[in-house]
């Protein structure tokens, strides 16, 4: 029998765990590899504190006030079994702060991961944008916030969605910010309709579901009935929707804007980042598997590459477009952000690169209370009349006076200039800087004139003064708007085969989620005027006719820049799971893991159990791992089932086929990652692995043979991303 629980000092006996307090310990220092921006007043003097100071100071623990504190632990009481007091001032100040700790998520992007970076100029911009930070050379500090735009801020990171890609430069001339997508076209035309199509895809007002999807009715009404969307929908249907990780997407300003030079002449763009890891994503099976085996996965991915020293790289290109009268190129109007620009009509050039190389110390004070706005220009960046643009200029200012709670949000570390702000704005709630001078006005004969306007020699932001087009007050578009489908039948046509097989699945999976007939059939007709084939083939998925085309599809010339498929990229830091049983010989598994790290790739090695294998670290077990984080395997010895280790896996089940019994849960792993068109490696003798899974041994990707030699194979598979004619032309992924 247990001993009874000691019974607690009477009254006016000490309490001994009060006697001892505890030993002084200073505070952690930051690590190397995540020192926060440079830290200086909001006039721009150094604080002469560093970043750090700013936060855990001293070895005691304190109040709010800096009061050294005997205990944290328990509240102040009338004697040991008495009442709370209200006089514990610490036990109030600290439930207080922690009621106040949430605040309120962003409306849309809610969910998302930052990195801290910089940006180096290759100079090639310097002939049409005056901007100091894009002359050769100069290296800008960064920081890049990834995002999904339906979901919560729990939401899982691999649904099915557009991506964030918003970009704060800290230039030597103010803070820019390219706040962009990983699409290049949106949904909307007009700024005004932004909360109608959020309220659409946001989850159901009546029950609040689904949760980060589009997969619902609200959705397709909108976007059937708002047929502009529709160019935006085919790519949020394509594999461009669901990216294998943020290291591996594509970033778009979406909008043109208007770049002037030293010399005066303006040019319009269209911004990209284009990641130098390539551009990947996610079979269908593998998003569902990977939001209940791991929700952060892009999150933990990004932190895992920064940590392994495999920092994600892109490169920063335009799309350089003359800036004529009527602000089109090519028939495509600039101002549309319904549209692209095909890269064959307008080539990319790069002018600079990106590498993100520190994740955050704090999550909270940077990735959350970092704010983006469109309208962070420095000079000789200039935005257009883009009629959505317009409304975003307002919009990112107002949002955080609710999400950051007051109109101080620019003096928060993470979000303030890196070069002297001088601004005369002043007071307002967490008002931060202790301002001197009594002129926050100018003129002022009382601070001796300071601040003083720039002109444009000392560096000024001048807007662009643009003729503006006379005529009435209106709300209304020019007729070049009105085409909504010709870019959706571009995009469509531009899929390899089996990008157009998973585009094709997308839009019958989420239609056939729809109650409404109704919906599934106005989406049907505007799938009619995209593309008559698509059209029919989702039709059949769904058991619905395929309408006649209202518009005939466009006669679009396809641009294979588009396609994802059909080139190889670098295999740096793609991950590599090396399974082992118990037993298995040391030697061999450090030779299998440094073959992988020798070709620049991951190597987890993955065994029944945690600790060692020799000096060899056990990364996973079988337990905690799944298939969905990695993107090739190697079998470098077959394990047996151990079904005592296995408490949570049904062990007698699934390894009951032909050969040397296999653990199921590696069976699994391998069934899933054949399935997911990943290359497998497997040693000579532990092919009863491949017995186990149903995977044929001569199946393309599958290499068998000694594990150091199966890693080049391996590599030159993954540098193609998947195996893609895996089970024949068309690509069957199993959903
Ligand atoms: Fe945003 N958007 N947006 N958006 N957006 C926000 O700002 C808005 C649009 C984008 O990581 C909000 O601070 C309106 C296009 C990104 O913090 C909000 C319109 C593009 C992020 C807002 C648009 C974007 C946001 C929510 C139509 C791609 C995440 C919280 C006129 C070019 C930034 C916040 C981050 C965030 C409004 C359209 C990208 C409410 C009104 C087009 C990447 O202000």
Redesign the pocket.
Known sequence: MAPPPPRPPGPGVEDPALDEPTAPVAPPPPKASQQGPATVTPTGAPTGAPPEAMAQQGEYLTTAQGARLRTTDHALKAGRRGPVLLQDHHLREKITHFDHERIPE????AR?T?AHGVFVANGRAAKICRAAFLKKGVETPTFV???T?QGFRGSSDTVRDTR???TKFYTSEGNYDL???NIPV?F?QE?IK??DIVHAVKPEPDREIPQAQSAHDTFWDFVSLHTEAQAHVAWSMSDRAVPLSYRMMEG????TFRLINDAGETSLVKFHWEPRQGVHSQVWEETQLTAGNDPDFHRRDLYDAIDAGAYPVWDLGVQVMPDTEDETFEGIDLLD?TKFVPEELCPVEIIGTMTLNRRPINFFAEVEQ?????GNLVPGIDVTNDP??Q??L???I???IT?LGGPNFNQLPINRAHCPVNDMFRDGFHQHAVHGGVTPYRPNSLDGGNPAEASEDSGAFIDVPQPVASGAKVRELSASFDDHFSQATLFVRSLSEVEREHLTRAYTFELGKCYEEAIRLRQLQCLANIDADLCAEVARGLGLPAPEPTVPPADVEPSPALSQVGGTWPVAGRKVALVVDADTDPTAVQAAKDAVTAAGMMAFVMAPSGGKLGDVVVDRTFLTAASIEFDSLLVVDAPAPAPDAVPLFDAKAGHARAGRPVDPRVAKLVAEMFRHFKAIGVASDATNVLTAAGVPEDAPGVVVGEPAAVVGKLAALLAEHRVWHRFGPVAEDSD
């Open positions: 962003r409306v849309v992007h998302g930052g916030r990834f995002s735009v964030g890609f918003a706040v962009g997508n949106f909307i700024g932004f909360p778009f300003g979406v909008h952000p970092v704010m983006f706005n469109p959505l643009l409304v975003r307002f919009s990112y107002d949002t955080q999400r």
